[in-house]
């Protein structure tokens, strides 16, 4: 996924747009690298050899034209995020060769960087295609699926069955867990199915079972039914 770098000379704000991105990915099950930097001098440093696309927290006051030279040659594609206590400075720092993707006024607010990383975060995986992996471990090996090919989850006899279009994994874990690396269209069905909704291609509501394209099939209990009718209605709208 898309690393961050914050350069930011106040510890405070640098912490909380540091731990507000962190956790982001954190439930998303991104992989990536957040670096902080004190001054403009820092952050040329670290990107003096970096080419990947990123997000970039820029405090205003640490702009500098060898820094604007430097993010125009590495950062092609990436996002800028300008910050200031005065929205007149950022509005100043705006320029041909510098246009942000967002802004932030500090002192930095949670809710406002959560907003900001999720919003880039979505634009950039919908120009990229790219998308979050679920990790899980077997043994001593770590597996790496992509999440949007995860068809459900199945509990069973204390392990997790992790079912996609072309294969299982079996591997010890719990809903507690798993869910809190998912997004929101995993649905639980049963007290044994955790559902990617978005990969049901059939419900029937009198036998309660869902399908999927390669003819898997999943449960719904009649205490998750109505759940499940929700979700459908709330989608299809």
């Known amino acids: 996924m898309i690393d961050v770098f ?10 909380m747009i540091k731990n507000g991105c962190t956790e982001y990915y954190i439930n998303q099950n991104y992989d990536s690298e957040i670096y902080e930097c004190k001054n403009s001098n ?10 990947l696309t990123a997000i970039y927290f820029l405090d205003c006051e640490e702009i500098t034209d060898l820094m604007t030279e430097r993010l125009q040659q ?11 206590r005065d929205m007149k400075k950022i509005l100043e720092t705006v320029s041909p060769r510098l246009r942000p993707s ?6 930095a607010e949670k809710s406002d960087v959560d907003k900001l990383i999720k919003s880039i975060c979505e634009e950039y995986e919908h120009i990229t295609g790219e998308s979050a992996c679920f990790r899980f471990k077997i043994k001593s090996r770590i597996y790496s699926v992509d999440i949007t090919n995860i068809d459900y989850f199945e ?3 204390k ?10 994994y079996e ?5 507690e867990n798993v869910s809190s690396f998912l997004p929101d269209y995993f649905l639980r069905t049963h007290k044994s199915f955790l559902v990617n909704m978005n990969n049901v291609k059939n419900i029937d509501f009198k036998d309660l079972w869902l399908s999927f394209k390669d003819g898997a099939v999943a449960y719904i209990s009649r205490g998750y039914k109505k759940d499940v009718e929700e979700y459908v209605n709330q ?3």
Do not use: H, W
């Open 74 to 84: 590495s950062a092609q594609g990436s996002y800028l995020v300008l910050m200031s």
């Open 159 to 168: 392990k997790m069955i992790l079912r996609t279009v072309n294969q299982e």
């Open 102 to 107: 967002g802004y932030m006024l500090l002192p």
């Open 6 to 15: 914050i350069c930011e000379k106040n510890d405070s704000d640098s912490v």
């Open 42 to 51: 820092e952050l040329i440093e670290k990107i003096n050899n970096y080419e």
């Open 171 to 175: 591997y010890y874990d719990n809903f």
């Open 235 to 237: 989608t299809s709208d």
């Open 155 to 157: 509990a069973s006899n």
